[in-house]
């Protein structure tokens, strides 16, 4: 990308715009700013950000250690179609990433995202989605105010440790909790959920809970913990909600009459949210087996799959009367008839 070619700064008040983005390249394109963090921590970074309405709707916060190799901030950042064309603030915290406090080599860059990275894989579309428009190289983005905050380090440094975090799957109505593995001087944690419309995210003590709000995507997860001389260490992780399982559902049986010694066939439906059907198993009882025994002769389903399912009823011969027929089905977990 090329950026315009402005006056030094100082003394006017300028922006730093950019352009000219390659449509092929996710997260490498952006601009960068190099601050040695030597003698400082809880370093937090702020900015201003206007795009275009063909500009790419996605970017993403990276940072360095040693000058070179860059890492995502846990969370891609999006540019609503109705901040298109205006200044808007973005705030980030660094607090307690790994190296990034008392570096020499510490850096940033921001850099445009393809939709399907920035949604953490929720979407196949590898490539930039503009704004408000089609994405176009020649939208621009631009920058002003960026700033760097920190904390002086006064006497040593010496944060805590936090253990890693696996990513997991969790299902979308229900609460899930985590214990956290930390050293024996933490003396507070929190944790941050940066994905908000998805699930909540609360520390106490050392339990960490996850609350889904009943919706399904991806959330990072950002993990803080300090000790008593106010070092910290964070580490993040990813949550990904799904639908939770249902019981089965059947329909289609109804109350119906028959001629003695004949058999009959009834068509019903049944359904599961496995992706496998064959997971949910029907099962079936008569309340009268004097005139239909509960055998796999006078009892017998057939067909597979979602609609295609039957149930067959014989009788005993020359028996006549009322029998209660009772059809069950099962995922392994759940149950209903």
């Not at 995502?72 to 950042?77: K, L, M, T, V, W």
Request: charged share 10%; proline share 6%.
């Amino acid at each position: 990308m090329d950026g315009n070619d402005y006056p030094p700064l100082g003394g006017a008040n300028y922006s730093w715009g950019t352009s000219n983005y390659p449509a092929g390249l996710n997260k490498q394109c952006g601009v960068q700013f190099n601050v040695s963090t030597v003698n400082a921590k809880d370093i937090s970074l702020s900015f201003d950000i206007r795009a275009t309405t063909t500009a790419s709707k996605y970017f993403r916060l990276q940072f360095t250690t040693n000058g070179t190799d860059f890492i995502d901030y846990p969370a891609s950042d999006v540019i609503p179609s109705g901040d298109a064309g205006t200044y808007k603030s973005r705030n980030y915290s660094l607090v307690g990433f790994p190296n990034v406090a008392n570096n020499l080599h510490f850096g940033v860059r921001i850099v445009t995202e393809f939709e399907s990275t920035a949604l953490y894989g929720t979407t196949n579309d590898a490539n930039y989605v503009g704004v408000t428009n089609a994405y176009s190289p020649n939208g621009t983005i631009s920058y002003d105010l960026v700033t760097f905050n920190a904390d002086a380090i006064a006497g040593s440094y010496s944060p805590p440790t936090i253990g890693a975090i696996a990513n997991l799957t969790i299902p979308d109505n229900a609460s899930s909790n985590i214990t956290l593995t930390v050293s024996g001087d933490t003396t507070g944690a929190a944790a941050q959920s940066l994905n908000q419309n998805v699930l909540a995210a609360y520390v106490s003590g050392n339990t960490l809970t996850l609350s889904p709000n009943g919706v399904d995507g991806v959330a990072p997860i950002l993990v803080t913990v300090m000790n008593a001389n106010g070092d910290s260490a964070a580490t993040w992780f990813y949550v990904t909600t799904v639908p939770a399982n249902q019981p089965p559902t059947i329909s289609g049986l109804m109350n119906t009459n028959m001629l003695e010694n004949t058999n009959l066939t009834i068509p019903f439906t049944l359904w599961d949210d496995h992706t496998d059907m064959s997971a949910a198993t029907p099962t079936v009882f008569s309340g009268n087996t004097t005139l239909v025994p509960n055998d796999g002769v006078h009892l017998t389903f057939g067909g597979a799959g979602t609609t295609n399912r039957t149930l067959t009823i014989t009788p005993v011969t020359n028996q006549f009367g009322t029998v209660p027929i009772t059809v069950s089905a099962s995922d392994g977990s759940l149950e209903a008839s």
